[in-house]
């Protein structure tokens, strides 16, 4: 299987790689700031919406699970089990298979259930990441301790310095039914309009067909599974 050369390879290690003011840098050197970090965020949230309509359910959204190319062009994929820098983001549950603990919905949890509502929790755990260049959701904590802090309904806290906007869609997503989420449609719009001009002229260097919503922009992840 060939896949696309994505540049700066998986957005946790580039974000990692940017921190501001931290002397440690990617070794092509981007800067990624608020408008970036949106521009980043606001197209994963239009790949759910293709992915959504399509009634698939991805189960492991995750900034490792994002790929990076030219321009910040962002594409979804699904290889973070496959690497070992990422084994410790991964937890088994209850004698199940690995799964991604901190990324997980409380219903996914408790009852094993994924849906097109636990992507969208997990779209809020993305964000937090984004926001916090890739910080371990609930760092500090144990597997074990993580489980108990989602199930008692303990949230992540916002980042710093974070958008207003963006805190309100994580709240949006992370709501304890999941009927009562926000949709990726939702989350799209309202993260689209806050775009600054130069991060779309930028955008709009790509080939037209790179900004199209359809099946061969987003790298279907393997072991995406259908929703019933």
């Avoid at 980043?40 to 919406?49: D, N, P």
């Avoid at 290889?79 to 209850?94: A, H, N, Q």
């Amino acid at each position: 299987m060939v896949f696309e050369f994505m540049q700066y390879g998986d957005l946790a290690q580039l974000l990692r790689s940017n921190v501001p003011y931290s002397g440690a840098h990617h070794s092509a050197h981007i800067e990624l700031n608020e408008p970036e970090l949106l521009w980043i965020s606001s197209q994963i949230a239009s790949g759910m919406v293709y992915l959504s309509s399509q009634h698939f359910v991805h189960r492991d959204l995750a900034t490792r699970n994002c790929l990076v190319g030219d321009n910040l062009t962002v594409k979804i994929s699904d290889f973070g089990m496959s690497r070992d820098i990422y084994t410790s983001d991964y937890y088994k549950v209850g004698g199940s298979r690995m799964m991604p603990i901190r990324w997980m919905a409380p219903e996914s949890i408790t009852y094993g259930k994924f849906s097109l509502e636990s992507d969208v929790w997990a779209y809020g755990v993305v964000l937090w990441e984004i926001f916090t260049y890739a910080k371990q959701p609930y760092y500090g904590h144990s597997n074990d301790e993580v489980v108990r802090l989602i199930l008692q309904g303990i949230l992540l806290s916002p980042p710093e310095n974070c958008p207003p906007h963006i805190c309100t869609i994580m709240a949006g997503c992370w709501k304890t039914e999941p009927r009562d989420r926000l949709t990726f449609q939702e989350v799209y719009h309202m993260i689209s309009p806050n775009l600054t001009d130069n991060v779309l002229e930028a955008s709009a260097s790509q080939d037209d067909s790179d900004m199209r919503m359809d099946s061969e922009n987003y790298l279907l992840p393997t072991g995406i599974t259908v929703e019933s």
